[in-house]
């Protein structure tokens, strides 16, 4: 029975220390981080495309990083995410819509929902023009479904 008071004792003797060393040096990393700036610099969420004229009707270009689809029609340009609403898996363009690999849901031309699970339509972004005339795609704002921005060369 000795042996085994023994045996804790030892085991609290050589382990105590190394706990307390152990969560002082998580304090002390906790300390440094502290002192670190948390807003570190992000990658531009704009898209530089060209210029109008670069964008005939009837154009349609994939940005696979990006997960965005840019369409030019007889009303303008769009941009359309690539990604589902559901689960976030990216959606494939078929010619006619978009449709999720993942749990099957399918989109039309406009990413509305033609096919459940995803729970809402696709995302459109915004579509900037530049001072220098360029157009960008403003991945950080979103517009309504349907709104399509009209540039002239």
């Given amino acids: 029975m000795d042996e085994k008071k023994d045996s804790r004792r030892n085991f609290i003797t050589k382990f105590a220390p190394a706990t307390f060393w152990g969560s002082l040096a998580v304090w002390g ?14 990658e531009s969420k ?3 495309l060209g210029m109008p004229s670069d964008f005939p009707n009837g154009t349609t270009k994939i940005f696979e990083k990006e997960r965005v689809v840019l369409f030019a029609d007889d009303d303008g340009l769009f ?7 559901h689960l ?11 449709d ?22 696709l995302k ?19 517009v309504e479904s349907g709104v399509k921005e009209q540039f002239y060369v």
């Fill in 29 to 42: 990393g906790s300390l440094l981080k502290f002192t670190m700036p948390t807003l570190l610099p992000q």
């Fill in 46 to 48: 704009k898209i530089k």
């Fill in 79 to 85: 941009a359309i995410s690539t990604t589902c609403t």
């Fill in 88 to 98: 976030g898996c990216v959606v494939k363009w078929t010619g006619r819509g978009f």
């Fill in 100 to 121: 999720c690999p993942c749990h099957g849901s399918k989109f039309d031309a406009q990413g509305e929902i033609i096919q459940g699970p995803a729970p809402k339509a």
């Fill in 124 to 142: 459109w972004f915004k579509i900037e023009k530049l001072p220098s005339g360029q157009l960008s795609l403003n991945l950080d704002k979103t």
